[in-house]
C-alpha cells in the first residue's frame, strides 16, 4: 500500500489542453512537493506547498495543498510539448523521510 | 560542478555478483537517501543517512548495504545481484530547512543497473 495515491499514472494530450494531476494520502504530512523528471535524469523540484489551503503559481502550472494537508494538486494550462515528462509528488514525513508517488506521465503532442 | 553525482551511470553485470555504486554530494547537505525506481518509475525509499548515521531502512534485503564514510559521500553495496535488482537507483541529498522537513531533495543522475 502506498502512502501516497497519484492519478493519473498515464496522461496523452493536444498542445493548448489543460489537465490536472492529482495526489492524495490518508495521512497528513508537513509539506508536499511536486517534482519533474526527464529521462535519464534524476527528479527535480517545481514546488513545495506548506500551509493547508495553500495555491502557488509557477508560470502555467498551479499547484493546491489541501485544507487538511492531506491531498495536493497540479493544474497545467494549455499545456505545451516542453512539458513532457514525468510528475512525481512527495510527502515530507517525520525522521526526514521523503516518500513518492507512483508518478504521471505526461505526453504532450503538438 | 554537479551538486549530487553518482558513479557508475550504467552497470551491467552478472546474477551472483557484487557490485558498489558511489555517491558524492557537495551541498553541504547533512542528508543523503538511496532510491529505487522501478520500471514503473515508482521511486521506493531505501535509505536514509543523517550526518553519517543510519536513519531510514525500509525493509530492504541485507544484500543492500549502504555506506558513509563522511556526511558528503554515501555508497550502496549490493551483494549477490539478482535479476529483480535491476532498476535505476537515485541518490539524493537534502539540507535540514525550518524543522528539516521542507527543504528541497538533489538528486544524481542515476545508475541503470542491469543483472543479465
Known amino acids: 500500500t502506498q502512502l501516497l495515491e497519484q492519478s493519473p499514472q498515464f496522461l496523452s494530450i493536444q498542445e493548448g489542453e489543460n489537465l490536472t494531476v492529482y495526489c492524495n494520502s490518508s495521512s497528513v504530512f508537513s509539506s508536499l512537493q511536486w517534482y519533474r523528471q526527464e529521462p535519464g535524469e534524476g527528479p527535480v523540484l517545481l514546488v513545495t506547498?506548506?500551509?493547508?489551503?495553500e495555491v502557488k503559481k509557477l508560470k502555467r502550472l498551479t499547484f493546491q495543498f489541501g485544507d487538511a494537508r492531506k491531498d495536493s494538486s497540479l493544474h497545467i494550462t494549455a499545456a505545451q510539448p516542453g512539458d513532457t515528462g514525468l510528475y512525481l509528488c512527495?510527502?515530507?514525513?517525520?525522521?526526514?523521510?521523503?516518500?513518492f508517488g507512483a508518478g504521471t506521465i505526461l505526453r504532450v503532442k503538438s | 560542478d554537479t551538486a549530487v553525482s553518482q558513479t557508475p551511470k550504467y552497470l551491467v553485470t552478472q546474477m551472483g555478483n557484487d557490485k558498489s555504486i558511489k555517491c558524492e554530494q557537495n551541498l553541504g547537505h547533512d542528508t543523503m537517501y538511496w532510491y529505487k525506481q522501478d520500471s514503473k518509475k515508482f521511486l521506493k525509499i531505501m535509505f536514509s543517512y543523517n550526518n553519517k548515521e543510519l536513519i531510514i531502512n525500509e525493509t530492504v534485503p541485507n544484500r543492500f548495504s549502504p555506506k558513509s564514510p563522511d556526511k558528503a559521500h554515501l555508497n550502496l553495496h549490493i551483494n549477490s545481484l539478482e535479476l529483480g535488482d535491476s532498476a535505476v537507483y537515485f541518490c539524493a541529498s537534502r539540507g535540514q530547512g525550518t524543522w528539516g522537513m521542507n527543504t528541497e531533495a538533489f538528486f544524481g543522475q542515476g545508475t541503470r543497473l542491469t543483472v543479465v
Open positions: 506547498v506548506v500551509t493547508g489551503g
Open positions: 512527495a510527502g515530507a514525513r517525520y525522521g526526514n523521510k521523503l516518500v
